[in-house]
T-cell receptor, first 117, second 114 residues
């Protein structure tokens, strides 16, 4: 069955610390990969996405993610977090099937990031 | 584009009442998804449509839940009768499907069933 694992449920950091959030998926075929962010009381917003090409993807607000196919991973990173990065972060996978995506996203359970000023 | 528009933003109702949530997708997006988010269960996919046709409704919890997409610019999620355990934030998301992947979320409807 399709699954997306986010190993850290809650991460607490001080401002300026570096961040890495893990994401692994189980689907063996070709995938599109996404990271979404949900600020308190708001909806999910797309941070970055990987479809093909350079496995290191840069997104908004200084975030980046690296796709490592051999490890089925798509970890999110930021070199220096800010208090305003406090939010919940969701990894998601979209399967490519027979050359076209099905549109459906499989989400991880999310990682709550708390950044102390 | 105004993005995905959901209404109402907040709904408070009493147990047993009918609740209808509405979603207007981004123009040109041919896939539409309804999600439910709670603290206990996280983000759950309830149903999704492609070109107005329901593709997978296996996430719909019970027969009390139903969803329709009568045209490309409108979808509804109905709960009848509502129960306190239906209290959650309901999100609608739309996407280009095909090779586009990615989904864009509405602001959500916060439902409280008393």
């Amino acid at each position: 069955a399709q699954s997306v694992s986010q190993h850290n449920h809650h991460v607490i950091l001080s401002e300026a610390a570096s961040l890495e959030l893990g994401c692994n998926y189980s689907y063996g075929g070709t995938v599109n990969l996404f990271w979404y962010v949900q600020y308190p009381g708001q909806h999910l917003q797309l941070l970055l996405k990987y479809f093909s090409g350079d496995p290191l993807v840069k997104g908004i607000k200084g975030f980046e993610a690296e796709f490592i196919k051999s490890k089925f991973s798509f970890n999110l990173r930021k070199p220096s977090v800010q208090w305003s990065d406090t939010a919940e972060y969701f990894c998601a996978v979209n399967r490519k099937n027979r050359g076209s995506t099905l549109g459906r996203l499989y989400f991880g359970r999310g990682t709550q990031l708390t950044v102390w000023p | 584009d105004a993005g995905v528009i959901q209404s109402p933003r907040h709904e408070v109702t009493e147990m047993g009442q009918e609740v209808t949530l509405r979603c207007k997708p981004i123009s040109g997006h041919n896939s539409l998804f309804w999600y439910r988010q709670t603290m206990m269960r996280g983000l759950e996919l309830l149903i999704y449509f492609n070109n107005n046709v329901p593709i997978d409704d296996s996430g719909m919890p019970e027969d009390r839940f139903s969803a329709k997409m009568p045209n490309a610019s409108f979808s509804t999620l109905k709960i009848q009768p509502s129960e306190p355990r239906d209290s959650a934030v309901y999100f609608c998301a739309t996407g280009e499907g095909g090779q586009g992947g990615g989904q864009y979320f509405g602001a959500g409807t916060r439902l409280s069933v008393l």
